[in-house]
């Protein structure tokens, strides 16, 4: 069944939302002091720019005599007003707009000889009012609580100082709080300075690392000793959780505990450890067992890396060995070495064929060089010798070409065959 109450509803909520929307935009209306104040700036900057400046005609003599002097001209103002706000910044145009006649009647040019520095409070504060003086806010201008002369008590920022908005409250800084920041928190404790009552004045000096409160500094004057502190004496002191009963829980496996002021951490075992048993301090001395390619053997508190490449090699008998943390490994011997204890041909234990020993150096290697074949004449008569790494080549003198295994000459080589069986020369 209709009824006359719903739509009525309806129109009850629209208006309450409207004027929540409403209420919302007007609690944070925009803040035009930081533009005003840019304007200032800039003007500034215009009077340092345009100073010594003229008219420009050529005649600066006869100019000020009918116009008047450029310095405070009508000229040199706008010139510089032109310079204040950029086209695009609509706020900056608007503020212009509402104060340039202003400024030029009321402040150019006796206000501006006699003390320039007054622009921003002739125009941001009592003109346009959208700033506010020093340490004083909000649409009135109120003072920052608890007065103007020490906002927040010099520990802590007033909201909205200078502007014409902000609330007025104390942002207060750390270690202090209350309406005022008159108080301090409780990880700080009060200090009083100066003996005359106009010149006192205190801070808020922080609490020792070990207290939960505290009356004053150090770790004996804690109201509460901190988690991770305990009681001894007059002092709160660090708790070693380290060496508790349950100090053994605290660390998962490859890691171990590590105590700090206050707590404790878990610090990854040294490599030469055994992953699977773990370790109870840093380094390779605190190992519980010897990890792949360490020992501690022979009495030793730690755990060394192995040298596999001492004694009998597990390499390859073309491969010297290399030793690494933990490991080692095989790499194969330059060409000229059939045995070796190194990468070059100057490691040589024994030489490949098509090498031969030249030199021993003094750690007993050998040195392997080349043997030059065609030193002997190896070939044949029709066949030049050409030495390579480690061996010779025997080719055919020019202009013989090599067909079947054999040096020929090119006519001898066409009447070898009909030409449907001809041989084909060797690569």
Known sequence: MWSVQQPCRRVVLCAALLLLVG????????DKCPSCRTIVTKFKQGIVDTEGGGYGGGNTEWEERALGTYATSETRFHEIAESVCSSSDYTCNSLWEDAEDAVLDDWWPTSFESDAEDLQTFLCIDT????CPSNHYGKDCKPCSPEA??????????????????TGKCQCDRGYKGKNCSKCEKTHFLKMFGKDESAKHFVCEECDASCSGCSGPGANSCKKCK???????????????????????????GTFCSNTEGG???????????ATEGCNKAGPGGCKQCAKGYTNADGQEECTDINECLGESPCEASQYCSNSIGSHECT????????????SDDDCSTCASGFEATAQPED?????KDIDECAGSPCDADRDCVNTVGSFECNCK????????ECRAPDEQSAAGDGTDQPKDEL
């Open 149 to 166: 002369s020490k906002p927040c008590n010099h520990h802590g920022t007033c909201q909205g100082a200078g502007s014409r908005t902000g």
């Open 23 to 30: 209420t919302a935009t007007r609690a944070a209306p925009k």
């Open 227 to 253: 988690s991770g502190y305990a009681l001894e004496g007059e002092n709160c002191t660090d708790v070693d959780e380290c060496t508790g009963k349950d100090a053994a829980e605290l660390c998962t496996l």
């Open 332 to 343: 194969a011997c330059h060409s000229a070495c059939e045995s070796c204890t190194g990468p």
């Open 264 to 274: 404790f951490e878990c610090e990854k075992c040294d490599n030469a450890c055994d």
């Open 128 to 131: 346009l009012k959208v700033c």
């Open 364 to 368: 007993g290697a050998v040195s392997c």
């Open 398 to 405: 020019a202009p013989l070409q090599l067909v079947d295994g």
